[in-house]
């Protein structure tokens, strides 16, 4: 049922969608696609592909540099967007890699644009999805400039927590994570030593475990405090819009 997917549950955090607004999201589903870990789904540099819909699975978002060092822009979860702002900018600004294998639905740009036709509503609220994930990336580069090794991690898994908790697959217990500790480096701008070195302050600390594929918050309230995590910047509250 499409009132219960991860899209749903996302956006309906901005728009409380209705049964005609739900209905137009059902109509894009209809090109279901499956991509295995590690494969490319979109290039940088590619021109004239589709936008996609991550149903199950996660993937990163990256940037490649000519001397082969990558810097990961982000991870994907159920309910994101993949390559939306390419499709709309016609050529790919970075490459997305599935981290496990997923299933995607593909959206061509027409049908996405006849959506926002038929619903405007539905377009405020993809609109009020972007605005939330630049709003994300804003964070990162504080992450990276002005943040500490161990407080950059820990900001990075509460915000993590509390977009799955956003889709319902997470909550301030902890959340199932298939990250590698070298997609962390490059996602943080450590060493994958330096990401091992991190994560044990933050165990030892009795804050937060990471292990075995599962991120464990110890003391949920001392990891907010001393990561200075605000969770106002990812709009979460409830819908604006009835």
């Given at each position: 049922m499409i009132d219960n997917t991860p899209l749903v549950r996302k956006l309906g955090a901005f728009v409380a969608l209705s049964d005609p607004e739900l209905s137009v999201l059902a109509s894009l589903h209809k090109r279901r696609r499956t991509f295995v870990a590690g494969r490319d789904l979109v290039h940088q540099g590619q021109s004239d592909q589709a936008a996609y819909i991550l149903a199950s699975g996660w993937a990163c978002s990256y940037k490649l540099l000519e001397d082969g060092q990558r810097q990961i822009v982000d991870f994907q979860i159920p309910g994101d967007f993949l390559?939306?702002?390419?499709?709309?900018l016609n050529v790919s600004d970075h490459s997305i890699e599935p981290v496990t294998d997923v299933e995607v639905t593909e959206i061509l740009v027409t049908d996405l644009l006849n959506a926002f036709a038929q619903t405007p509503r539905l377009a405020t609220a993809v609109l009020w999805a972007a605005s939330r994930d630049e709003a994300m990336v804003v964070e990162h580069l504080v992450d990276l400039g002005r943040r500490d090794a161990a407080e950059r991690m820990a900001h990075f898994l509460l915000e993590l927590g509390a977009r799955l908790a956003l889709v319902g697959l997470g909550s301030k217990g902890g959340y199932a994570c298939p990250l590698t500790q070298y997609l962390l480096a490059?996602?943080?701008?450590?060493?994958?030593?330096?990401?091992?070195?991190?994560?044990?302050?933050?165990?030892?600390?009795?804050?937060?475990?990471?292990?075995?594929?599962?991120?464990?918050?110890?003391?949920y309230d001392q990891l907010v405090n001393f990561a200075g995590f605000e969770l106002s910047y990812m709009d979460q509250k409830g819908p604006l819009l009835r």
């Amino acid at each position: 049922m499409i009132d219960n997917t991860p899209l749903v549950r996302k956006l309906g955090a901005f728009v409380a969608l209705s049964d005609p607004e739900l209905s137009v999201l059902a109509s894009l589903h209809k090109r279901r696609r499956t991509f295995v870990a590690g494969r490319d789904l979109v290039h940088q540099g590619q021109s004239d592909q589709a936008a996609y819909i991550l149903a199950s699975g996660w993937a990163c978002s990256y940037k490649l540099l000519e001397d082969g060092q990558r810097q990961i822009v982000d991870f994907q979860i159920p309910g994101d967007f993949l390559g939306l702002r390419s499709v709309l900018l016609n050529v790919s600004d970075h490459s997305i890699e599935p981290v496990t294998d997923v299933e995607v639905t593909e959206i061509l740009v027409t049908d996405l644009l006849n959506a926002f036709a038929q619903t405007p509503r539905l377009a405020t609220a993809v609109l009020w999805a972007a605005s939330r994930d630049e709003a994300m990336v804003v964070e990162h580069l504080v992450d990276l400039g002005r943040r500490d090794a161990a407080e950059r991690m820990a900001h990075f898994l509460l915000e993590l927590g509390a977009r799955l908790a956003l889709v319902g697959l997470g909550s301030k217990g902890g959340y199932a994570c298939p990250l590698t500790q070298y997609l962390l480096a490059d996602a943080l701008g450590l060493s994958a030593v330096h990401v091992n070195r991190v994560l044990r302050q933050l165990r030892e600390a009795e804050m937060v475990t990471f292990r075995d594929g599962f991120v464990a918050f110890d003391n949920y309230d001392q990891l907010v405090n001393f990561a200075g995590f605000e969770l106002s910047y990812m709009d979460q509250k409830g819908p604006l819009l009835r």
